[in-house]
């Protein structure tokens, strides 16, 4: 179990709301890959082949299985037998959750928070069901390419009808994580998700979990590589793109709305964490 090895965080290529990807050849990378935590939730599919991956145990995913990855849930993978490494297929979807919680708070995470809390994160998929659920991956894929007119309307029910197929997958039974995160953990993420766009402080979301500042950002950080701020300064800057690339609202108006009362200080955590400004990355990604 690949425990000793660095976290390393990724996040959604472009700052987008979610990524739909559909791969063919081997569903697993060679072992030995540093842990990762993503900044995002992330739901694989796979259709052929066998996916091994360790997140708290050691999974072998295969054919019509689901496996999903709790955002900040540290995992590895851990390659695949040499007979799999031939042919493969797969589809996976990562999604932003603090993105959707505004639209549909629980709906879309409620599957990952059970994975966060312990239940097995492999889910099997009907096989009678399972040629919808590919044409559903399908479908986003190509709603996220064509960009068609109230694609996002579309792209909402499309992950909603997803996250209701993995709801209706039965678990595989006799297989749990050891990487439980704790409720209160748990409590604090959903805590920023919902709450973000207020000037709250990390004082505040302490005080809101009935613990001290620094109990509740070394436990944070040691579940999910990441501290409190750190977490609230993504969920800000994950609203503050989304506010960017569909609205005209001037920047000062937009640090207002994800909770920073000074648009200059808004201005130097953007620009620290993009290498470029709000208005200068409006201009490249809008």
Not at 18 to 29: F, Y
């Amino acid at each position: 179990m690949p425990t000793a090895q660095p976290l390393l965080h990724s996040a959604l290529e472009g700052h987008k709301t979610l990524v739909v990807r559909h791969s063919t050849g081997p569903c697993s990378r060679a072992p030995g890959v540093a842990r990762v935590v993503h900044d995002h939730a992330s739901l694989n599919l796979v259709v052929k082949g066998e996916l091994r991956v360790w997140q708290g145990a050691n999974y072998r995913v295969r054919e019509g299985e689901f496996f999903l990855v709790p955002q900040g849930a540290p995992h590895a993978p851990l390659g695949a037998p040499e007979v799999d490494r031939g042919v493969g297929e797969s589809w996976m979807l990562a999604f932003c959750p603090f993105c959707f919680a505004p639209h549909s708070p629980g709906l879309i995470t409620a599957a990952f928070d059970d994975v966060a809390a312990g239940a097995c994160a492999v889910r099997r998929v009907d096989r009678q069901r399972l040629p919808g659920v590919i044409e559903l991956f399908s479908r986003l894929s190509t709603e996220l390419d064509e960009q068609a007119p109230h694609h996002e309307l579309a792209t909402l029910g499309l992950v909603a009808l997803l996250m209701t197929e993995v709801q209706r997958a039965a678990p595989r039974s006799g297989l749990t994580s050891t990487l439980t995160t704790p409720p209160l953990v748990t409590e604090t993420l959903a805590y920023i998700e919902r709450l973000a766009s207020e000037p709250i402080s990390l004082k505040e979301v302490a005080r809101a979990m009935g613990k001290s500042p620094a109990y509740l950002t070394t436990l944070v950080r040691e579940h999910t590589g990441a501290t409190v701020m750190e977490w609230l300064t993504r969920a800000r800057l994950s609203r503050a793109r989304q506010l960017l690339l569909h609205s005209d609202e001037h920047v000062e108006i937009i640090a207002e709305r994800v909770g920073y009362a000074s648009a200059s200080y808004f201005h130097r955590v953007f620009k620290e964490a993009h290498q470029m400004s709000p208005g200068e990355w409006r201009r490249v990604h809008g």
